[in-house]
Nanobody
Framework: QVRLVQSGGGLVQPGESLRLSCAAS????????LGWYRQVPGKQRELVAS???????DYADPVKGRFTISRDNAKNTVYLQMNSLKPEDTAVYYC???????????WGKGTLVTVSS
């Protein structure tokens, strides 16, 4: 079992930056990967960025070069640094953990990011 508590998010103007945080608790030793997804109304939840236990990262094409995912293993926390934000980045962002050999998904509650002038 894993519990994910998110923080960060809010309203920013285009070009500005935000950092999302996600603190994990529970049976962390069985978490194989962490990531961030986002969802807008009427669309499927999509992967934004992911990071494996050994630090390998992957990014969706729309955010490459602007977003950075990182993790602090000592704090069991994953971060998403979002720079040069665009209106199309507006979405609810969800933290995700892949648990166990089957990769069972655990989710944070989501946090709204709004990019608007």
């Amino acid at each position: 079992q894993v519990r994910l508590v998110q923080s960060g998010g809010g309203l920013v103007q285009p070009g500005e930056s935000l950092r999302l945080s996600c603190a994990a608790s529970g049976t962390i030793i069985n978490v194989n990967g962490l990531g961030w997804y986002r969802q807008v109304p009427g669309k499927q939840r999509e992967l934004v960025a992911s990071i494996t236990r050994d630090g390998s990262t992957d990014y969706a094409d729309p955010v490459k070069g602007r977003f950075t995912i990182s993790r602090d293993n000592a704090k069991n926390t994953v971060y998403l640094q979002m720079n040069s934000l665009k209106p199309e980045d507006t979405a609810v962002y969800y933290c995700n953990a892949k648990y166990g050999a089957d990769g069972i998904d655990y989710w944070g509650k989501g946090t709204l990011v709004t990019v608007s002038s």
